[in-house]
């Protein structure tokens, strides 16, 4: 079987469960400290192990993952020193052997998703939103390469960069996070 090298997912299946959004199934899965014992998470019908995340930002993440694989199945290299390719897992009591590396990236949010969590950083940001309204806490914002978080931040502060902490958290009040179970993962 071949594998992709690189899969774009919905970037909420890395949420950690802050910022008012449900743990995604690829963080909830991403627990080495347990290893050898896997956790795993479903992609296209096939079970994955995420071996290690990458934040780049607060919506953009990267996990490197692996397939299991049947012992009988594998066909691949020997595991080596370094990575994880070919070594053994355990998923309940069976076992199963890591495919190659298959990067799961996070698709670039909507405007409207990117508006909405910036809201949320600086309303429940704590002392790391410290600034004294809306548009001075944009404007110290890390920028990522997401045109979509471009347009937010351009929006966002014409739109509210006046107000401060208190009136962006009224104007989140009633927007409940959908639970995750009832949202499209289609980038």
């Known amino acids: 079987r071949r594998w992709p090298e690189r899969v774009e997912v919905d970037w909420r299946r890395f949420s950690c469960g802050l910022w008012r959004v449900p743990e995604g199934d690829i963080h909830a899965a991403c627990r080495l400290e347990s290893f050898p014992k896997a956790h795993t998470f479903q992609y296209q ?7 290690g995340m990458h934040f780049r930002g607060s919506l953009e993440t990267e996990a490197q993952c692996h397939p299991i694989i049947r012992p009988k199945d594998y066909g691949g290299p020997e595991p080596q020193e370094r990575g994880y390719e070919g070594r053994t897992v355990f998923v309940g009591r069976e076992s199963f052997r890591l495919g190659p590396r298959v990067v799961f990236k996070s698709c670039d ?3 409207a998703e990117w508006r909405h969590h910036l809201k949320i950083l600086y309303a429940d940001g704590g002392m790391f939103a410290s600034k004294p309204n809306y548009g001075e806490f944009l404007d110290s914002l890390k920028r990522t390469e997401s045109g979509h978080q471009t347009e937010a931040l351009q929006l966002e502060q014409v739109d509210f960069g006046q107000h401060d902490k208190q009136t962006i958290r009224e104007m989140l009040v009633g927007r409940q996070p959908t639970p995750l179970a009832q949202l499209d993962f289609r980038c």
């Open 45 to 51: 019908g096939q079970l994955y192990v995420p071996c």
């Open 109 to 111: 949010p909507s405007i």
